[in-house]
Structures are given as C-alpha cells and as structure tokens.
Nanobody, 121 residues
Framework: QVQLVESGGGLVQAGGSLRLSCAASGRIFSRYRMGWFRQAPGKEREFVAAISWSGGSTTYADFVKGRFTISRDNAKNTMLLQMHSLKPEDTAVYYC??????????????WGQGTQVTVSS
C-alpha cells in the first residue's frame, strides 16, 4: 500500500508558475512509476505526466510539453510537478498516482486526494 498526499495548488494568474508536490509513504517509493493527472469540472480525468522508477525517463501530454516538468526524489519519497506559463485551461484538480507495473498513462494503482489549481485570465 502506498499513501499519496499532494500539495502546492492554489490560485495563479495566467502566465504564472506553480510547483506541486506529492509526498509518498508506505511501500518503497522507488519501486513505483509515478504520474500526474488532472480533472477539470465536467471533464474526465486526463494524463499529464509520468516518470520512471529512477527518474531517468519522463513522458508528457502534448498540451504540457515545454511548460511542465516532472521530477522525483526517491531519498525524500517526493515527486514534483513544476508548472510554468500556466493557462486558464490548466485549471483542474491535480492528482498524483503510483503504479506497480509498466504502464505510463493508464493502470495506476494508488491515488492521492488531489490539489486544486486555478489559473485566472
């Protein structure tokens, strides 16, 4: 079992930046691939970014490429999502997730409770 807690969300103006954190506890963090997802009001949850066990491989949704950066610190059991050039359409609840298998955009086993990101125009 892995417990995940997100933080760092908030209200920011368009063009601004935020950094989301995901703190993990429970089973060995470094054995899990990790990802960020988001869900906007009235929309389905969508994949944002993922990172491999070691942090050496990352994957991004097209709509965040060049603006968001995913990273992890296995020594601190923490994953980050640095977000720049935020747009109003980035407004959503952001979730961190962990997966035991090799999936990248689907099949995640554990989820956090989410943190709200609101980007004003």
């Amino acid at each position: 079992q892995v417990q995940l807690v997100e933080s760092g969300g908030g209200l920011v103006q368009a063009g601004g930046s935020l950094r989301l954190s995901c703190a993990a506890s429970g089973r060995i963090f470094s054995r899990y691939r990790m990802g960020w997802f988001r869900q906007a009001p009235g929309k389905e949850r969508e994949f944002v970014a993922a990172i491999s066990w070691s942090g050496g491989s990352t994957t991004y949704a097209d709509f965040v490429k060049g603006r968001f950066t995913i990273s992890r610190d296995n020594a601190k059991n923490t994953m980050l999502l640095q977000m720049h050039s935020l747009k109003p359409e980035d407004t959503a609840v952001y979730y961190c997730a962990a997966i035991k298998g090799a999936g990248v955009t689907t099949g995640y086993d554990y989820w956090g409770q989410g943190t709200q990101v609101t980007v004003s125009s």
